[in-house]
């Protein structure tokens, strides 16, 4: 397995492995079945082949107006988070993926734009490490560790690192570093005593890297459906309580976390979030009435320090092109598989191509005011149990 993330980060000759990280099981199967449906209604039609290309764009269509309009979930949301990020490993093999210095989240600068970008992940997670008060021999679980970065940094520390990822190709580079990581959705551990074994009462800190953004489908992003937001932060809390050592004298959990400015939001905002959520799937907590700090609260944690980052997270893609933000890269003969195969085997393949040529990660940001005005904010806030 390991081979098959090595390939596709050195952009090596096209295999069946890779198919293997871009098949998506249940999301893969419709599409397939999808195309097949609208030739085969085409040829009933009469109308030539080319009419199935309308009659596969209704069916999405049709799928998408069910999710969103109606939350029914005709598509999977957790493949469609997979896929994003085991489709950004095979195209991406010198950004985010494996880059020095980079991650799937931002670095840290605090107001020096000429650090290198080795130098501000490593301070990000130097001042991570300091809020935590986390010493050698202490035990971080990670909820959606990436590709490892925060876990070889905790390593180097001597510090035992659990990452928890649904991702099965950052799995594999992960394990290649030498990284204990569980492959799994986080949700699935409550009820499931081979991974509870693994968490409960195991951590003496729970970190949560930019990835609680991808926890609330987006099917629940209207105001209406706050009852099932809060639900989910309520499960998620709930679960870093039993993963945290009862007798641990850090006892502390950590989140790097986008927020809604506002829960409406205009209709180029609802666009962007529309393709962004394609690509990696989530809806954001809201920024105005603290929604992740009440569910916390409620949950048995206390807020000690919160720190607005949204700055560094825009400043880290606009410093490397190479970040996931913006993620420029020439079209090799690999990746041109890549993108082809997706058409067969990603229903999202269409909201892909497009975000690869708009940076619409970018678009989040008022450039003008990033900090005041831009429709996200990027915080990071320390939470203590009860």
Same mark, same amino acid.
């Given at each position: 397995?390991?081979?098959?993330?090595?390939?596709?980060?050195?952009?090596?000759?096209?295999?069946?492995?890779?198919?293997?990280?871009?098949?998506?099981?249940?999301?893969?199967?419709?599409?397939?079945?999808?195309?097949?449906?609208?030739?085969?209604?085409?040829?009933?039609?009469?109308?030539?082949?080319?009419?199935?290309?309308?009659?596969?764009?209704?069916?999405?269509?049709?799928?998408?107006?069910?999710?969103?309009?109606?939350?029914?979930?005709?598509?999977?949301?957790?493949?469609?988070?997979?896929?994003?990020?085991?489709?950004?490993?095979?195209?991406?093999?010198?950004?985010?993926?494996?880059?020095?210095?980079?991650?799937?989240?931002?670095?840290?600068?605090?107001?020096?734009?000429?650090?290198?970008?080795?130098?501000?992940?490593?301070?990000?997670?130097?001042?991570?490490?300091?809020?935590?008060?986390?010493?050698?021999?202490?035990?971080?679980?990670?909820?959606?560790?990436?590709?490892?970065?925060?876990?070889?940094?905790?390593?180097?520390?001597? *510090?035992?690192?659990?990452?928890? !990822?649904? $991702? @099965?190709?950052?799995? /594999?580079?992960?394990?290649?570093?030498?990284?204990?990581?569980?492959?799994?959705?986080?949700?699935?551990?409550?009820?499931?005593?081979?991974?509870?074994?693994?968490?409960?009462?195991?951590?003496?800190?729970?970190?949560?890297?930019?990835?609680?953004?991808?926890?609330?489908?987006?099917?629940?992003?209207?105001?209406?459906?706050?009852?099932?937001?809060?639900?989910?932060?309520?499960?998620?809390?709930?679960?870093?309580?039993?993963?945290?050592?009862?007798?641990?004298?850090?006892?502390?959990?950590?989140?790097?976390?986008?927020?809604?400015?506002?829960?409406?939001?205009?209709?180029?905002?609802?666009?962007?979030?529309?393709?962004?959520?394609?690509?990696?799937?989530?809806?954001?907590?809201?920024?105005?009435?603290?929604?992740?700090?009440?569910?916390?609260?409620?949950?048995?944690? *206390?807020?000690?320090?919160?720190? !607005?980052? $949204? @700055?560094?997270?825009? /400043?880290?893609?606009?410093?490397?092109?190479?970040?996931?933000?913006?993620?420029?890269?020439?079209?090799?003969?690999?990746?041109?598989?890549?993108?082809?195969?997706?058409?067969?085997?990603?229903?999202?393949?269409?909201?892909?191509?497009?975000?690869?040529?708009?940076?619409?990660?970018?678009?989040?940001?008022?450039?003008?005011?990033?900090?005041?005005?831009?429709?996200?904010?990027?915080?990071?806030?320390?939470?203590?149990?009860?």
């Amino acid at each position: 397995p390991s081979n098959c993330v090595i390939m596709g980060l050195t952009g090596r000759t096209f295999s069946l492995r890779h198919i293997a990280l871009l098949w998506q099981t249940s999301n893969s199967i419709l599409n397939l079945t999808t195309i097949a449906l609208s030739i085969l209604l085409s040829n009933y039609l009469e109308a030539g082949l080319i009419t199935a290309v309308p009659i596969y764009f209704s069916f999405l269509f049709i799928y998408d107006w069910l999710y969103y309009q109606h939350s029914i979930s005709v598509i999977n949301e957790s493949e469609t988070i997979r896929a994003g990020y085991n489709y950004g490993l095979l195209i991406d093999h010198q950004g985010s993926a494996t880059g020095s210095g980079l991650d799937y989240g931002f670095n840290f600068y605090d107001g020096n734009y000429k650090k290198t970008p080795e130098q501000a992940q490593l301070d990000k997670f130097e001042f991570c490490w300091k809020q935590l008060r986390l010493e050698e021999g202490m035990t971080v679980i990670d909820f959606g560790c990436g590709c490892g970065d925060w876990l070889s940094y905790l390593k180097q520390r001597g *510090v035992n690192g659990i990452g928890i !990822n649904i $991702t @099965e190709g950052q799995v /594999m580079l992960c394990r290649e570093r030498g990284l204990n990581v569980i492959w799994t959705d986080w949700k699935k551990i409550p009820g499931n005593p081979s991974l509870e074994c693994q968490v409960y009462d195991k951590a003496d800190a729970v970190t949560m890297w930019d990835t609680i953004e991808h926890y609330v489908p987006a099917k629940y992003f209207r105001s209406k459906h706050r009852a099932e937001q809060d639900q989910i932060y309520t499960n998620l809390f709930t679960l870093v309580g039993k993963c945290l050592k009862s007798d641990s004298k850090v006892g502390k959990a950590w989140t790097s976390c986008l927020h809604y400015r506002k829960s409406e939001m205009t209709l180029s905002q609802m666009f962007n979030n529309y393709i962004l959520d394609k690509f990696h799937s989530g809806n954001y907590p809201t920024y105005e009435d603290r929604q992740l700090t009440k569910v916390a609260q409620s949950n048995g944690f *206390v807020q000690k320090m919160e720190r !607005n980052l $949204t @700055e560094d997270y825009y /400043m880290t893609s606009v410093l490397s092109a190479s970040h996931f933000g913006r993620l420029k890269f020439a079209y090799t003969p690999f990746r041109v598989s890549v993108l082809l195969v997706s058409v067969l085997l990603d229903p999202h393949w269409i909201q892909r191509f497009y975000w690869l040529q708009q940076e619409t990660w970018m678009n989040q940001f008022d450039k003008d005011d990033v900090v005041e005005s831009s429709p996200m904010q990027l915080l990071w806030i320390l939470w203590e149990r009860k």
